[in-house]
């Protein structure tokens, strides 16, 4: 199966943006544009063309520099038809199950409603952005879909190859696995992934991208069906809208 180059790129004080580009073809894109600055100086590093540039949704953090990095590379937008209204002008608007292909490297979108209603992942051979839907160590806050939409998204993405890359969008791990701590005390895999967070942390090194297969070990969100017993629930949206709203406390 073709793999795509991945580039990570830190933006603004704790965002990511990705480049993407097909090894045979040359064919590259940008995922979220928090600051185009950076993505051009890792585009002119490696004297990569920019042709497409694919946003998970519209919050400012994650599109504000695309209308700068339009004008420097005359690169195609794509994203979300539902969330069109909020996002920068599109050049191609997509729904869950359309394909995108860099290359000869074909990518599915998911909608992963819950973060914002109408955010959508990129899944390619390998690796998937998630942008602030599945973070490494947790998932991002319900600003606008319900606790239920949220779970059925975060399936989609379970569901994936456990060696999948999970590209999110922020440095958020250290704190999300100090909250995780505090509702899976005894987990082995946790305790690994905090001290080799840390370690990271002290070499500015990024935590992102992370693996589906340990989120699934050490992530409290995907975790909830396991956990709940501990935290006094019957169901798994239920025990996952109460780690949710321990999160939001903490």
Request: some cysteine; hydrophobic content about 45%; glycine content about 8%.
């Amino acid at each position: 199966m073709p793999m795509l180059d991945l580039v990570t790129i830190p933006c603004l004080k704790d965002n990511y943006a990705f480049l993407i580009r097909d090894p045979e073809t040359g064919q590259c894109a940008c995922i979220d544009v928090p600051d185009a600055i950076p993505v051009i100086e890792a585009l002119q590093e490696r004297g990569w063309k920019l042709g497409m540039i694919l946003l998970t949704h519209h919050h400012a953090d994650h599109v504000q520099g695309v209308a700068a990095l339009v004008e420097a590379t005359g690169a195609m937008v794509l994203g979300a038809r539902a969330d069109s209204a909020r996002l920068p002008r599109l050049d191609r608007a997509l729904a869950e199950g359309d394909r995108v292909t860099i290359g000869g490297v074909e990518g599915v979108v998911l909608d992963v409603s819950g973060h914002t209603m109408g955010h959508i992942a990129f899944s390619f051979p390998g690796m998937c952005f998630t942008a602030d839907s599945l973070m490494a160590g947790g998932c991002g806050r319900l600003f606008e879909g319900s606790p239920a939409v949220m779970w059925e998204s975060l399936q989609k993405l379970a569901a994936l190859p456990d060696d999948t890359l999970i590209c999110s969008g922020h440095e958020y791990t250290a704190s999300n696995l100090r909250f995780a701590a505090t509702v899976d005390p005894d987990n082995t895999a946790l305790a690994a992934r905090i001290a080799a967070t840390a370690r990271a942390n002290a070499m500015a090194e990024p935590t992102v991208p992370s693996t589906l297969a340990l989120e699934k070990a050490t992530n409290p969100f995907l975790r909830a069906p396991l956990l709940k017993a501990a935290i006094g629930k019957t169901s798994d949206v239920e025990a996952f809208a109460e780690i949710r709203a321990r999160k939001d406390k903490f």
